[in-house]
Structures are given as C-alpha cells and as structure tokens.
C-alpha cells in the first residue's frame, strides 16, 4: 500500500513519516510535501492508495485536494490532520468520502491503527477496484469506439448527415435541435518530453471530466481521440440549452486547466466549431478544427471561439520559383539556402493579415514533403518525415514552428552530407586494408584503382582528400614504419628487412628510409639497439 503525505509544515510532514511502522504494516512512502500544488501533481502521476494531508494549508487546502482527485477518477483514501480548532470541519470532510482523521499532536499509536484498518482492507477494495475499473474500461472503451466511428463517418459524409441512419447503426441517440462540435488540444512546451501513456491516462481522464459536466445539459455526447492528444467532442441539445452548454463548455475549460496543473508540460487549447443542426454536423466538425488552426497567431492556454472567422484556405505545392530554389539548396546540401526559402515563403503569408493561420500548418507540410522528396527515398525517410509532420500538428507558436522546420532542414542536410562522405570514404577504406594487408608485395595506384573499379586519377583525388597524403607517399610511409618495427625488434639482416616491407633493391629501401626518417636504417637500428 503507497503513502504520500503533504502538510505545509514540512517538520509536521517529516515527524508524521518517522511515526508510521512502514515495515511492519507494509506499506511504501511515496514522498513528504510541503505545498499541495506539488502533493497533486504527485497524486495525479502515481496514484497513492493512502493521502495523510493538512486539512487546512495555503493555497489548495485539504478538502480541494480531495474534490481535485476525485475529479481526476483517482480512488486515493485520504486521512486528515487537524487541530483541535478544525475538529468540527474535520468531522465534515467525512461526508466527502475522506476516511478518517488525526488530531495535532499526531499520536504514533493512533496513526498505526488507521493505517493497519486501511491495509486490512487494501486488498478487498483492490480487488473491487480492479473489477470496476474493468467494467468502467469496457464500457468506456465502447463509448469511444462508437464516438470514434460516428465521427469519422460524419467527416467522410457529404454536406448533410443522415442520422436516422447513423443511430440505428451505431446505437447513438443523436436528435432534432442543436449540435456543436469542439476540439481539445493537448501541445507541449517542449516536445521532446511527449509520453505516450501519460498521453493516454490524460486525455481519458479529460474525458470523463467532461461527459460528467455536460450530460445533464445533453441528449447525446460522442468523443473521439485522434493522435493520441486531439480530443474530439460532438455535443447535441436542445436549442434551449444553447446557452448553457457554452456556458459549461467554459467551465470545463477551467477544470481542463486546474487538473493540468499537476501536468505543467501540457498546454491546452479549446476550439468551438459553429453551432448547426445535427443534419449540418460536419460543418461544425470542420469549423472547429479550423479554429484550432489560429493557436499559432494566437497561442495555446486559451479557448477559440466563434469571433475567429475560418475560411477554407488551399495550398497544394510549393510555387515553381520556391520549388526550383529548394531543390537547388537541396543538391548543394546547403541548409542556409534552404531555411531562406522557408522563411521566405512565411513571410509571403505574413504579409496579408487576412490570411488564415491555417496557411502556416499547411505550408509546413508542404515545405517538409517537398524537401524530403528532393532527396533519396529509404525507410529511415519515410519515418524521419512523419516524425515531423507529426510535430507539426504541435507547434501553437510561429516562432517554434519556424525552429521545428530549421531544425528539421539542418538534421536532414547533415545526415546526407555524412552519407555522401560515408560512400566517398569507403574505396578509400578499402585500399588502406589491402596496403596493410599486401604492403609487402608489389602494389600499385593503378593495381587498386581496378581492384575498386574506379578510374586512377578520380581514386587518386579521392585518396589525398581523404588521407591527405598522395598515394605512393602514404605507401612509403606505412612500409617504412613497418621497417623501423623490425630493425628495433629482430637481427634480421637489411635486405631480409626491405623484402619483407616491399623493397627488393636494398640501397633504393635506403633511400626510402632516409627520406622518411631522415638517418638510415643501420644507423637507426643502432640507436635502438
């Protein structure tokens, strides 16, 4: 059984810890907080099975600590800790499901006993939780199936929806009156900390947050998530309700951000999509979606509403000139030449601010499409260039959009420009094996050069760029270091040492030496003898 214990006196906290028989009871400490914005967080991440919390601290106290849990469908039992003051609104904290409570000074022996009745009890309330959980998880499974479906057959549908048809299919219950969709966006401030199970957790729980909301105001409600953080509401009412389903769909904005609060990596950005008849359903599906668009002019953290006019921008390649100078940079590996392009082509944009911001989304698409389809196709590609449209969808400020593209220019040009090196290098690779190899037999520029299947002075451009060193000087070189090996380490006599570095006339191995070295061989042998 998991502990977490928060109280703003941090020493109450600590004296708490070192009163609890953790060994003997069993039980695991999570962590001792001093400030309940921080126990929250740690509750909405690891889900403790006990909370021994100040019922009355700074900030969040006690009981909105309990009402932002339950909020967030985790089952943690909490304990209060009180002074003899807080008794009587102790003793109400009970009717909100806490289970029990302490008064200051806490008494090791009472604490135990607490604990030890939870922990009896632990694995019969797991157990019941693991069942309903399962029941919740299938049902709930279910229900985003069917939203998911429904929604999808609504956006491939054509201008006007057949419900009638939709609920006899998919058991929806969609009726006369209103329908207004709106999207969710959950972004990153920093998008290399995406978890994709924490993802998950997040956004079901922002699910159920808002089905519990709305459903008093509803006929049907459908979600749906798409890309593991895009949620997707499809709300149906009767006019009547009309005013007071936007009025909720603000107030589940706020509870959107007050349980983010425990999740501050998130950025999360509500868009409405224009209120029609069920009939008109995907034009709210579209709008919305639209509207979510202006994030990047008007940034994340916020709700986009009806006062964002949405057009239907279209951009379906890149114009010639832009096109024609992309490719250029591309085959010259030059991600200066090309982020010019980029930031060109931005600019155009900019300078019409009637333009839709959608225009940004969908010239990156374009833009990175077209410049990896500049170059040579392979699976690493294929995965690299989803990898960022992907990121793409994330980006809620032109400025971050700008850097994701750059970035993904001078990545791509650097992975190309290494490749080319990689291919240019290997033949030169492989004469340097077979000199060490064969350095004692006769070798030749001409020899390898066919080995390679290479033309001899393109290999013997090639093999100075990379060596820095012509041919024959790197061979001369490699032997005479051979030869400087053998006369310090073996008697053997000074041809047995030239034939076997290469050398069949002694007085031109001589030569050689000297030229290197700069004494000869016997002098050398000498000097280390």
Known sequence: MTILIVDDEFRIGQLIRRLIHFEELGLELIDVFDDSEKALGAIL??????????????????????????EAGIASRFVFVSGFREFEYAHKALQYGVEDYLLKPVKEEDLNNILQKLSDGHEQVLQ??????????????GRYIRGFDLIQAIESAGEWVDWQELNRMMQ????????????????YYDASQQDDIQDRMVINNLITMTEDRLRPHLYEQLYAVQ????????????????????????TVYADVRRYLSGFPEYVATL???????????????????????????LGANRIIGPEHFVTNPKLGELDTIARAQLQNAVEALNAAAASRVWQ????QIQSNPQNDPALYYMLARCFLNTFYGDLTWDERRIRQCRNWLEQVRHCWQLPQLNELVEQAIAEELQTQQKELDNQTARPVRMALDYIAENYAQKIGLDEIAEMLQMNSS????????????????????????KAKELLRTTNETMMSVAEQVGYQDTRYFSQCFVKVVGVKPSLYRKMYS
């Open 458 to 481: 393109y290999f013997s451009t090639l093999f100075k760029k990379e060596t820095g060193r012509n041919f024959q000087n790197y061979l001369t070189e490699y032997r005479i270091e």
């Open 128 to 141: 019941h939780r693991r069942e309903e959980k399962q029941l919740q998880e299938e049902a709930r499974r």
């Open 45 to 70: 991440l690891h889900h403790p099975d006990v909370v021994i919390s100040d019922i009355k601290m700074p900030g969040m106290d006690g009981l909105e600590l309990v009402r932002r849990t339950q």
């Open 227 to 250: 890309d593991k953080t895009l949620m997707i509401g499809l709300l149906n009412y009767a006019p009547a309700a009309s005013t007071m389903v936007r009025q909720e769909l603000y």
């Open 172 to 187: 929806s219950n969609v009726q006369n009156g209103k329908m207004l969709a709106f999207l969710l966006q959950l972004d």
């Open 344 to 347: 060109d082509l931005v600019r």
């Open 271 to 297: 868009a409405f999509g224009e209120e029609i008849t069920p009939q008109q359903g995907k034009l709210s599906l579209q709008t919305a979606r639209q509207r979510m668009n202006w994030r990047i002019a």
